[in-house]
């Protein structure tokens, strides 16, 4: 009896000493979806934007590219100049998040294809070089969105983007 009632504090004194200095890990997330508002806010300017691409000033949503009305880039189509809130920026959405690799971002085809260099997923882009390197604020702020995973794609945990100036993108 004496022996048990010894463990017994025993492990109340070791759990009260626990209790006091254990450190809470950080949460990571493991959702599958991506924001919606980065998507809008700081994502989808950079598929509408003109950039200086190794070819000369390209245009991601232009016609001839990924305009899904008048484009021949593959199965990623976007609708340029999408109202925020409306159908086509949530189509355009699904679109990019179909190229978006949660589990690696950096082997994300959303990225690799526009950026320099020949890649084992991605192979060469018809469209040509958008982004000089990982350095590049248009990828990184892509990059970013395919990073941070939520369980809900309006979670409030979104919104932490801040856009970037797309006319320092590019070559
Ligand atoms: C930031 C801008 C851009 C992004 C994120 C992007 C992304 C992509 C992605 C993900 C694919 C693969 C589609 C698939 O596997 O079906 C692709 C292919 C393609 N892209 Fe782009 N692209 C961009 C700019 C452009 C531009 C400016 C052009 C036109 C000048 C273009 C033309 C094409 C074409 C023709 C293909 C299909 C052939 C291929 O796989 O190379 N892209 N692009």
């Not at 959702?31 to 919606?36: I, M």
């Not at 976007?78 to 109202?83: D, I, K, L, N, R």
């Not at 998040?97 to 260099?117: H, Y």
């Amino acid at each position: 009896m004496e022996a048990r009632l010894i463990i017994l504090i025993t492990l109340c004194v070791g759990l009260t000493a626990c209790g006091d200095d254990v450190s809470v890990e950080p949460v990571t997330a493991s959702g599958s979806a991506l924001c919606v508002a980065d998507f809008e806010q700081c994502v989808n300017p950079v598929f509408d934007a003109v950039i200086t691409a190794s070819g000369g000033q390209a245009t991601c949503a232009g016609s001839g590219c990924h305009d899904v009305n008048a484009g021949s880039g593959g199965a990623f189509k976007v609708f340029p100049q999408a109202e925020p809130g409306s159908p086509e920026m949530m189509s355009n959405f699904f679109a990019a998040k179909g190229f978006a690799n949660l589990n690696d971002p950096d082997q994300s085809k959303l990225l690799l294809e526009p950026l320099r260099g020949v890649f084992a997923i991605s192979g060469t882009h018809t469209g040509g070089d958008i982004f000089p390197n990982t350095a590049d604020a248009c990828y990184g702020v892509i990059h970013d969105w395919i990073s941070i995973r939520v369980e809900d794609s309006n979670a409030s945990s979104c919104g932490f983007c801040t856009p970037v100036d797309v006319s320092t993108c590019g070559f």
